[in-house]
């Protein structure tokens, strides 16, 4: 079991099983009531599930641009499911998204449901609500940081709270990165102005692999106003903590959520966090959205047959317990 000051804040319980769903409600609302029929998203795979559920909903066309070969199959199932109009770019989310402003700037009748889009971000902003519903302030909050408009959100929800005398304080906001697609933690860490792109972005985590994050201003404000940090971590450290999120407290977890753990752990190494300070990971999406990666976990898997199950059935239980029983 982890520390008990750490808790971890499941947007996987959303109706598509990601934090995406709390802003598209807000936008999909809004597009209908500005009488819009068509919606246009670029993403890496939440957006689209997101995009794609609350769309029907609405009876709305919904266009997604999704970088080929580069969207984890649960998400790309998701979209297909709800009767999405997929293009699947030769290229990576940073051109998609440039293909959403080009194309809302030059004609203006497709609503877009990126992030850029305001009225996305305050219905994220609602997950500090229920921090503070739950627990009140904690002393950290760790996010995931892909396109930079989450972790702006939330800060947004806890300033207000704190400006109307609900919260006496806000939490420092610290902001997680892939190493290969750490954009805006390395551009804090170095203490840059303008953002440190990524023309290449990589990682196992393909929810968080964004080059050019489009809120990435919004992202540092957040991070630098709380007095936060912004971390970058390994592809290895972060599947290690989407395992033991799994084994050690039953939470189903992507692997861009497991960042925020991963995340955690380095806090600690590095002083920035205390045992005895009160955390909360945000956990953005359910494992089940990239089924393919939990299969490399397979390690206590064994064949038998119906004539050896017994005794396979021995082999799999600690020999403590079977000579003492």
């Not at 970088?67 to 297909?80: C, F, H, L």
């Not at 704190?162 to 902001?175: A, S």
């Not at 300070?277 to 990666?293: E, F, R, S, W, Y």
Request: glycine share 8%; charged share 20%.
């Amino acid at each position: 079991m982890l520390n008990r000051n750490v808790y971890s804040k499941l947007e996987s319980l959303n109706p598509t099983g990601s934090f995406k769903d709390r802003g598209m409600t807000v936008a999909i609302t809004c597009a209908k009531n500005f009488n819009y029929s068509v919606v246009i998203a670029a993403s890496t795979g939440n957006t689209a599930a997101s995009a794609s559920a609350y769309s029907a909903r609405t009876g709305m066309t919904v266009v997604l641009i999704l970088p080929r070969g580069k969207v984890a199959v649960g998400k790309m199932g998701q979209s297909y499911l709800h009767g999405a109009r997929v293009i699947e770019l030769e290229g990576n989310f940073d051109d998609g998204m440039k293909a959403v402003l080009e194309l809302y700037k030059k004609y203006g009748t497709i609503y877009p449901l990126n992030s850029f889009n305001p009225l996305r971000l305050e219905g994220q902003k609602t997950i500090a609500y229920e921090i503070v519903e739950e627990i009140r302030v904690s002393d950290f909050v760790i996010v995931p940081v892909g396109n930079g408009g989450n972790i702006y959100a939330i800060w947004k929800g806890f300033m207000e709270m704190r400006d109307v005398g609900l919260i006496e304080r806000v939490p420092k906001m610290i902001g997680v990165q892939a190493k290969g697609a750490s954009t805006v933690a390395r551009t804090i860490i170095e203490s840059k102005d303008e953002l440190m792109i990524k023309e290449n972005p990589e990682t196992v985590a393909s929810a968080i692999k964004i080059g050019r994050p489009v809120n990435w201003r919004k992202a540092i404000r957040a991070i630098r106003i709380s007095e936060g940090s912004a971390l970058e971590v390994t592809d290895d450290g972060i599947l290690s903590a989407q395992k033991d999120l799994a084994r050690l407290e039953g939470i189903e977890a992507e692997l861009a959520s497991a960042s925020t753990l991963a995340g955690y752990k380095k806090a600690l190494e590095l002083g920035i966090i205390s045992l005895s300070d009160v955390v909360v990971n945000v956990i953005t999406g359910h494992a089940l959205k990239d089924p393919d990666i939990m299969l490399i976990y397979k390690t206590n898997s064994v064949l038998s047959n119906s004539s050896n199950i017994i005794d396979t059935i021995i082999r799999l239980i600690p020999t403590d317990y079977i000579s003492n029983s």
